[in-house]
T-cell receptor
Framework: AQTVTQSQPEMSVQEAETVTLSCTYD???????LFWYKQPPSRQMILVIR??????QNATENRFSVNFQKAAKSFSLKISDSQLGDTAMYFC?????????FGQGTRLTINP | EPEVTQTPSHQVTQMGQEVILRCVPI?????FYWYRQILGQKVEFLVS????????KSEIFDDQFSVERPDGSNFTLKIRSTKLEDSAMYFC?????????????FGPGTRLTVT
């Protein structure tokens, strides 16, 4: 069974700083997808970024980028030039055939 | 932009009562999912549904739970006799296919409170 671990329950940075959220996972599958979801206080799940396991190039979406290390089974999220609106819970998720498996989440606070 | 919708946004019910949570997936999607998030915890998979039958379910999805696609648009989750520990946020999701390239789109969730 797949597992996803986020070792940082909470993080806090100043506005405009760069922050990196960690995620590791465990799987025996070779083809899979990894995601980062953002959950603001409204509790809606918003997809931030996705990474295909077969791609070596790290995914990037504007201020959001990932560092995908397949051999180490590591998938960290970097947020550059952080903004107050980035304050939220962030969940790392693994997808094999069907279901998503989520980590415990990291509560990120951006301070003015 | 098409989106997944869920009703109600908040449901309060008494222990032992039946509840039905409703979802309208994106219209051309074929795979449907329910997830649960107890307050302060991670999101957990409950069940996936395709071609009018359950394709996968978790240990949480016991006999108290059932899913149905009663018409061409709605996808429902029924909890037959609610327990206090069923209090959670319930998310519906849909995807175009189950293949790896197809991401799941989440609805806004239904907050279920069992008293």
């Amino acid at each position: 069974a797949q597992t996803v671990t986020q070792s940082q329950p909470e993080m806090s940075v100043q506005e405009a700083e760069t922050v990196t959220l960690s995620c590791t996972y465990d799987t025996s599958e070779n083809n899979y997808y990894l995601f980062w979801y953002k959950q603001p206080p409204s509790r809606q799940m918003i997809l931030v970024i996705r990474q295909e396991a077969y791609k070596q190039q790290n995914a990037t979406e504007n201020r959001f980028s990932v560092n995908f290390q397949k051999a180490a089974k590591s998938f960290s999220l970097k947020i550059s030039d952080s903004q107050l609106g980035d304050t939220a819970m962030y969940f790392c998720a693994f997808k094999g055939a069907q279901k998503l498996v989520f980590g415990q989440g990291t509560r990120l606070t951006i301070n003015p | 932009e098409p989106e997944v919708t869920q009703t109600p946004s908040h449901q309060v019910t008494q222990m032992g009562q039946e509840v039905i949570l409703r979802c309208v997936p994106i219209s051309n999607h074929l795979y449907f999912y329910w997830y649960r998030q107890i307050l302060g915890q991670k999101v957990e998979f409950l069940v996936s549904f395709y071609n009018n039958e359950i394709s996968e379910k978790s240990e949480i999805f016991d006999d108290q739970f059932s899913v149905e696609r009663p018409d061409g648009s709605n996808f429902t989750l029924k909890i037959r006799s609610t327990k206090l520990e069923d209090s959670a946020m319930y998310f519906c999701a849909s995807s175009e296919s189950r293949g790896d390239t197809y991401e799941q789109y989440f609805g806004p969730g239904t907050r279920l409170t069992v008293t």
